[in-house]
């Protein structure tokens, strides 16, 4: 199956700084999805991204497509301790008549008051 | 918005009973639904693809006697695990497309099997 890679794995900071995450594929993708999942709790989309060379924002975060359409950043401007959770990447692939979702292996991320 | 509600958000059963979760979305009205399992520190991996009045799409490696998804109506769709076992542990998440808007994702259950 589709292979999304993933970095870093985690990151620990303090609160205030930036934070900077990506995502590379081998295949190239036309919608690339960022999701935040708190502990116990399901995946939320933060951002999603349709079109290469898109640079959106929500709020503190700003997510771009790449232009190759295989790769993605997501980075958080000063962080917050609510900033903590597993950020994933997802990308929308066709699965006979359905699209699906699949996931990087996730970024977990702690701020440090 | 769109809100998609899991049901149990934890269960804990016997070694060898059948557990079944719920997922429902509550405002809309979903064709299509997922299901994923998580285990600890990894990333969702889907299971299967439910299509309201049809029969379930399995991923690969995925029992389809073992998970049985039914899809009966608009808004709800259950993933029922037979037999469990202790290797079935593991976080189940639904998710919901509701067309253009993408797909909304319910809470989760946690299913220990002992």
């Known amino acids: 199956g589709q292979q999304l890679n993933q970095s870093p794995q985690s990151m620990f900071i303090q609160e205030g700084e930036d934070v900077s995450m990506n995502c590379t594929s081998s295949s190239i993708f036309n919608t690339w999805l960022w999701y935040k999942q708190d502990p116990g709790e399901g995946p939320v989309l933060l951002i999603a991204l349709y079109k290469a060379g898109e640079l959106t924002s929500n709020g503190r975060l700003t997510a771009q497509f790449g232009i190759t359409r295989k790769d993605s950043f997501l980075n958080i401007s000063a962080s917050i301790p609510s900033d903590v959770g597993i950020y994933f990447c997802?990308?929308?692939?066709?699965?006979?008549?359905?699209?699906?979702?699949?996931f990087g292996k996730g970024t977990l991320l702690t701020v440090n008051p | 918005g769109a809100v998609v509600s899991q049901h149990p958000s934890w269960v804990i059963c016997k070694s060898g009973t059948s557990v079944k979760i719920e997922c429902r979305s509550l405002d809309f009205q979903a064709t299509t639904m997922f299901w994923y399992r998580q285990f600890p520190k990894q990333s969702l991996m889907l299971m299967a693809t439910?299509?309201?009045?049809?029969?379930?799409?399995?991923e690969q490696g995925v029992e389809k006697d073992k998970f049985l998804i039914n899809h009966a109506s608009l808004t709800l769709s259950t993933l029922t695990v037979t037999s469990a076992h202790p290797e079935d542990s593991s976080f189940y998440i639904c998710?919901?497309?509701?067309?253009?808007?993408?797909?909304?994702f319910g809470s989760g259950t946690r299913l220990t099997v002992v």
């Open positions: 998710s919901a497309e509701q067309g253009s808007y993408g797909y909304t």
């Open positions: 439910s299509n309201e009045g049809s029969k379930a799409t399995y």
């Open positions: 997802a990308v929308m692939n066709s699965g006979g008549s359905n699209y699906k979702l699949t």
